[in-house]
């Protein structure tokens, strides 16, 4: 049997972590800041669509802030950390083999599991996942690791 490989990433995961807390923030535009308030860390998609990038100086877009109202928050790292464990222990759930990656993304080792309908079953995790946490998850496949990242 090929062996059968899930990446599952969150999407925007730190604004995802603010947004379960303030769901009226959903379909705006949603910004996170370094640990001095001073960049840029996570952005919305709302915010990647203004053309704001990763990193930049929040002095350089305070014009785009204001005339978007784009809702700025300071890193939680300590919430994020517990988000992601919610996220990983749902994970667990789905696979016999699981390797976190990152705060946001874990490897699933599916082979044996779903063979027949992949796919299906990766709706089957990201509504899961969405349902336990507010997170909301993307899943794609491989059948090696290093073909997914």
């Known amino acids: 049997?090929?062996?059968?490989?899930?990446?599952?990433?969150?999407?925007?995961?730190?604004v995802s972590c603010e947004r379960v807390f303030r769901p009226d923030l959903i379909g705006k535009p949603v910004a996170?800041?370094?640990?001095?308030d001073g960049c840029i860390v996570a952005r919305s998609a709302e915010v990647?669509?203004?053309g704001i990038?990763?990193?930049?100086?929040?002095?350089?877009?305070q014009q785009?802030?204001?005339?978007?109202?784009i809702k700025l928050f300071s890193s939680?790292?300590?919430?994020?950390?517990d988000m992601s464990a919610r996220v990983m222990a749902t994970l667990e759930e789905f696979a016999p083999s699981l390797e976190i990656y990152s705060?946001?993304?874990a490897f699933l080792d599916l082979t044996g599991v779903c063979q027949q309908d992949p796919i299906a079953y990766g709706h089957r995790i990201r509504k899961a996942v969405v349902r336990a946490t507010g997170i909301p998850?993307?899943?794609?496949?491989?059948?090696?690791?290093?073909w997914l990242n």
């Open 76 to 81: 939680n790292y300590t919430l994020y950390a």
């Open 1 to 14: 049997m090929p062996p059968l490989i899930a990446l599952v990433d969150c999407n925007n995961f730190y």
């Open 137 to 146: 998850v993307c899943v794609g496949w491989g059948r090696l690791k290093h």
């Open 53 to 61: 990038k990763m990193g930049v100086p929040l002095f350089q877009i």
């Open 32 to 36: 996170v800041l370094s640990n001095n």
């Open 48 to 50: 990647k669509a203004l």
């Open 103 to 105: 705060i946001d993304e």
């Open 64 to 69: 785009l802030v204001n005339q978007h109202q």
